[in-house]
């Protein structure tokens, strides 16, 4: 019996161990904010949410942009991500656009932390004709105090091909920039400003001069973020 008694306090340990590697996490974030432009109002979200352990999880992202009745952009990423390096995860899924057009395409990402503490998500595009974007999004948290933090951001997007109908030309087309002072009660809930700047470049800018259409805003937004759900 005492044989018996040792056996399983070894076991144990070991046993405990392999459940934690197969534990089930999640967590979501959603940041909705809005703003007056032109005397109308505009409101923005982003969201994402994930499942699994500690290599392997599901993804979910939804971002979106409406102006006074109607939207103006609207998406839903779904991927798979795998865990590559400590801090970076490489990414396979799926997009789907309904405005400003409907889309559909392959998502390939590489997203983690860079040194120097910066939040970095890098994502290529790819739709049934072969024709690809990307973006990069980076961000970087000052944490002026227990509660307030300073979100500096520089969001960018580049096209490998000309799209006339909306007015992107090939490379780099436009770039976010800005900074989110937030406040947060808890971990779970806070309220920022955003102020941004939004320019486009190259060819983009461009065709929207030719077409008559705003090449950059700046402007001040303001929101809420729920988080660590």
């Known amino acids: 019996m005492k044989k018996i008694i040792l056996l399983l306090s070894l076991l144990l340990p070991v046993q405990s161990f392999a459940m934690g590697d197969d534990a089930i996490f999640h967590s979501g974030m959603i940041d909705v904010d809005y703003e007056s432009v032109d005397s109308q109002n505009v409101s923005t979200w982003d969201g994402s949410f994930w499942i ?15 102006t006074a009745s109607r939207f103006d952009h609207n998406e839903l990423q779904l991927m798979w991500s795998h865990y590559i390096d400590p801090f970076w995860d490489v990414r396979a899924g799926f997009r789907h656009d309904w405005k400003p057009a409907k889309r559909n395409e392959a998502i390939l990402a590489l997203s983690g932390l860079a040194p ?9 595009y790819i739709d049934r004709r072969g024709n690809m974007r990307g973006e990069i999004e980076l961000a970087y948290d000052l944490q002026l105090t227990q509660q307030i933090v300073a979100e500096l ?12 109908v909306q007015n992107l030309g090939t490379g780099i087309s436009q770039y976010d920039a800005g900074i989110k002072l937030r406040y947060e009660f808890n ?8 102020l941004y700047t939004h320019q486009t470049i190259g060819q ?16 001040l937004r303001s929101g809420i973020r729920i988080f660590n759900f």
Do not use: P
């Not at 699994?52 to 409406?66: I, M, P, T």
């Not at 120097?116 to 290529?124: E, M, P, Q, R, S």
């Open 52 to 66: 699994g352990g500690d290599y392997d999880k599901l993804v979910f992202r939804a971002r979106g942009e409406r």
């Open 116 to 124: 120097y503490y910066i939040d970095t998500n890098l994502a290529v």
């Open 153 to 164: 951001y520089i969001d960018s997007e580049w096209h490998g091909f000309t799209d006339s």
């Open 187 to 194: 971990r779970h809930v806070a309220v920022y400003l955003d």
């Open 204 to 219: 983009t800018r461009a065709l929207l001069r030719a077409a008559g259409e705003r090449t950059s805003q700046n402007g």
